[in-house]
Each structure stands twice: as C-alpha cells, then as structure tokens.
C-alpha cells in the first residue's frame, strides 16, 4: 500500500492543522492507521492509532484531548486534526500502515510495514 501525507505547515501556538494521509494500492479497510512523528535530534515517536474500523483508537499522553484521528473508508484516507498545538509539537510527521490483527493498536513504529513520505509541522511560539 502506498500512502501520501499532506497538510502540515507552520502554524501559531494554539492554532489547529488537520493532516491527511490518503492510502491506495491496497484494501484499505485490513490495515491499522498510525501516525507518528520525529523531531530534529530526535527517535520517530508514536502519536496515535486507529483501528480498521475506526473504533479503537489510542493516543500518547501529550495529545491526547488536543489531537483527533479518524478515517474514512470511503476515501481511503486517514486524518490527524490537531489542536491546541504546542511548540513541542513542531516535527514531521508521518503516516503509517500495518496489517490489521486485532487489538491491542501498536505504537512501535517497527511493527508498521507501510509509511507515507512525512509532511512538516511547525509551531512557532
């Protein structure tokens, strides 16, 4: 499966920004949808997961209440809608697909197979 990012950009603190990640070259409804997102200097860290059917997701710690994913079946597309942005959030982030086996949602990034090319966000203080 092949998957493209897009949506970043450079935003204020406090401000939103919805990333998309749209999926094609596959059957979008086997794979779990993660996005994650790597700082400069930085590991590729988890952001949240989404199961194939979009009712189990699962978020880290410092998004959660401030970052939605959802997906839609119909487009083939992944969101990440993101609000209240930090300055500590400024990374690329990337989107991600694995083969769906049930619950629990991985967070370990090498446990996805598929990855989008990354779409910059930055949040200027």
């Known amino acids: 499966v092949q998957l493209q990012a897009s949506g970043g950009g450079l935003v204020q603190t406090g401000g939103s920004l919805r990333l998309s990640c749209a999926a094609s070259?596959?059957?979008?409804?086997?794979?779990?949808m993660g996005w994650f997102r790597q700082a400069p200097g930085k590991e590729r860290e988890f952001v949240v997961a989404?199961?194939?059917?979009?009712?189990?997701?699962y978020y880290e710690d410092s998004v959660k209440g401030r970052f939605t994913i959802s997906r839609d079946s119909a487009k083939n597309t992944v969101y990440l809608q993101m609000n209240s942005l930090k300055p500590e959030d400024t990374a690329v982030y990337y989107c991600?697909?694995?083969?769906?086996?049930?619950?629990?949602?991985?967070?370990?990034?090498?446990?996805?197979?598929?990855w989008g090319q990354g779409t910059q966000v930055t949040v200027s203080s």
């Open positions: 991600a697909a694995r083969p769906s086996y049930g619950l629990p949602l991985r967070t370990d990034r090498y446990e996805y197979d598929y």
């Open positions: 070259g596959g059957t979008f409804s086997r794979y779990t």
């Open positions: 989404i199961s194939r059917s979009g009712s189990s997701t």
